[in-house]
């Protein structure tokens, strides 16, 4: 693992600290008047995704982690746990709901994943911003439910459940914030 120094800190790097795996969110270069220069940092646990503020000194050396990402396609579901085929290799891997987190709300077949390893054990998953996906159930619009945000639940072939506008209906394509779980749009 390189070593680097806190001098070259930089947003999105990842950290391997006394207690796991950091990302850096932001980092501020501070030199005072008086006494020596210090670097403010916040940085986003990878594993839990709590953020917090920590100091170092400047030039203290921090152990770079590197990871391994991969394009990864979601093939299907065999029992509880999700297969995966590298779109280089074409090695399958079977991932188990809790690595994958929340992203497992909005994998349908053939959707592409960045999977990040550290070690050989699966860190994070990225996936876009924003995802279609079609209304599976939900209660039937009716002509005149047009009040002007108004909203009912609805499930979506992956099971997640959202809050959908009244005249959304099943069979529909939503556009979903994949982030915050919203609805954004039909497509």
Do not use: C, W
């Not at 220069?37 to 503020?53: E, I, P, Q, S, Y």
Request: charged share 25%; net charge negative; hydrophobic share 40%.
């Amino acid at each position: 693992m390189p070593a680097i120094t806190t001098n070259d800190l930089k947003n999105g790097i990842t950290l391997e600290l006394d207690n796991g795996l950091f990302q850096v969110v932001e980092f501020q270069h501070v030199k005072p008047g008086k006494g020596g220069a210090f670097v403010r940092t916040k940085l986003r646990n990878v594993k839990t995704g709590n953020v917090f503020d920590r100091t170092f000194n400047a030039g203290v050396r921090v152990e770079q982690a590197l990871l391994d990402k991969k394009d990864m396609q979601f093939l299907y579901r065999d029992g509880d746990e999700y297969v995966f085929m590298d779109t280089e290799s074409y090695e399958q891997m079977n991932v188990s709901p809790v690595a994958l987190g929340d992203a497992a709300d909005y994998l349908v077949e053939q959707s592409v994943a960045i999977i990040a390893f550290y070690n050989g054990e699966i860190v994070t998953v990225e996936i876009p911003a924003a995802v279609e996906l079609t209304v599976a159930d939900t209660e039937p619009g009716i002509q005149g439910d047009r009040v002007s945000g108004a909203k009912k639940s609805a499930t979506l072939e992956t099971g997640k459940v959202v809050q959908v506008p009244l005249h959304i209906n099943i069979g529909d394509r939503l556009r979903v914030d994949t982030r915050s779980g919203e609805y954004i749009s039909r497509v």
